[in-house]
T-cell receptor
């Protein structure tokens, strides 16, 4: 079945450093979504990318969808302590009705 | 606040018991999804309902079942509980039955002792 993998699993950064998490799918995706889960919280939808090569920005966050629509990345510029959490990517599953989530990248920021 | 509600917030029960988790989707959302998240793990998709009908199934154990009622709320039933079933159970909803963005509830933390 479809697999969605994320690397790294964990990342410690100093506040102010940049951070990137990568997402790879075993199959071509019609879209990719990103979610953030704060410690003790629930996943919150961040963004959806649909087009090949698409780049979207939300303040310090930059999301990219690969040309082949099999990979994606999330880059955070100048991390802040408020960025702490686990970032998940998710793509449509085989049935097309549900999402397959990556394992997540847990970001820890040292002040 | 996502608009998705889940009850109870916490549940502590013994092995072999049966529990029911309840979820109310956002107003107007027809699709409900259930996920299991074990400690520091990812989100494991269990099952999806759309407008009362089962739409997709993930790695849901036979001891687990779910349903969506006419008012669109959903219940996840977990029976013959084992220690390994201890986890956070999230419900999410979306407007359609396709892979649209999902809105997650606060979760139910189940502890099996």
């Amino acid at each position: 079945g479809q697999q969605v993998m994320q690397i790294p699993q964990y990342q410690h950064v100093q506040e102010g450093e940049d951070f990137t998490t990568y997402c790879n799918s075993s199959t071509t995706l019609s879209n990719i979504q990103w979610y953030k889960q704060r410690p003790g919280g629930h996943p919150v939808f961040l963004i959806q990318l649909v087009k090949s090569g698409e780049v979207k920005k939300q303040k310090r966050l930059t999301f990219q969808f690969g040309e082949a629509k099999k990979n994606s990345s999330l880059h955070i510029t100048a991390t802040q302590t408020t960025d702490v959490g686990t970032y998940f990517c998710a793509g449509p599953g085989n049935a097309g009705n549900m999402l397959t989530f990556g394992g997540g990248t847990r970001l820890m920021v040292k002040p | 606040d996502s608009g998705v509600t889940q009850t109870p917030k916490h549940l502590i029960t013994a092995t072999g018991q049966r529990v029911t988790l309840r979820c109310s989707p956002r107003s107007g959302d027809l699709s409900v999804y259930w996920y299991q998240q074990s400690l520091d793990q990812g989100l494991q998709f269990l099952i999806q309902y759309y407008n009362g009908e089962e739409r997709a199934k993930g790695n849901i154990l036979e001891r687990f079942s779910a349903q969506q009622f006419p008012d669109l709320h959903s219940e996840l039933n977990l029976s013959s509980l084992e220690l390994g079933d201890s986890a956070l159970y999230f419900c999410a909803s979306s407007a359609t039955g396709t892979s649209a963005e999902q809105y997650f509830g606060p979760g139910t933390r189940l502890t099996v002792t």
